[in-house]
């Protein structure tokens, strides 16, 4: 397998530094970004301890002049740029009643433009290459929507939605670029601590902490994903806790 250069998004915490330590252990070039630079600098130092290359930038993935920041850096330190994981995300479920429209509007930038900023970022890199990965964190939230979900789930529909539409461009522009959304359920991450709404944490956090898996295992999924040979394109990775029902 080939060494690629992979900028990751929201890699300070969860599924991103997972997914950090994880491909940086396959041998790949890791570019991470977030808005905790302490952490990111806590992750690329035991990632070089080990042997592997990483570089880190804070970044807002609300901001799109930051995102193309993050693949310009990438192009000076690597050449080029092979994956990029749009993970950053916030789920501060609540119901629509409790008007928590500041949280909606966050999640909004945050999980919708976030993902579109860095698909900005480099699509056309990937197209000028004639190849690249483009990975979408999603969420069974994303097929499934319950009380208390309504806009997070809002939001992963979307993100669902929009990487149907790009990797259809891309297959039909025969660019070589290749997009993925993986979907998780319960995972082991720090999502749980953007919930403002008490009943909501509650119920969640009860739910997480019996069937909660660990992020590692997404990053097995996004390791999967980008060994496929080039010709072949996972396009959607739907994965839950055994003991996940819905």
Known sequence: MKSKVVVITGASSGIGEACAKLLAEKGHKIVMCARREERLKEIASSIREKGGEAIYLKADVTDILQMEEVAQAALTEFGRIDVWVNNAGLMPVSEIIKDKVDEWDRMVDVNIKGVLYGTHACLKIMREQKEGHIINMGSVAGHVSNPGSAVYSATKFAVRALSDALRKEEAQAKSGVRITLIA??????????????????????????????????VAKCVDFAIDMPPEACVDEVILRPTLQVH
């Not at 953007?194 to 902490?209: C, E, K, N, R, V």
Request: hydrophobic share 40%.
């Open 184 to 217: 998780p359920g319960a995972i082991d991450t720090e999502l749980l601590s953007t919930i403002t709404d008490p009943d909501a944490l509650q119920s969640t956090g009860s739910f997480y902490a019996s069937t909660a898996i660990p992020a590692l295992d």
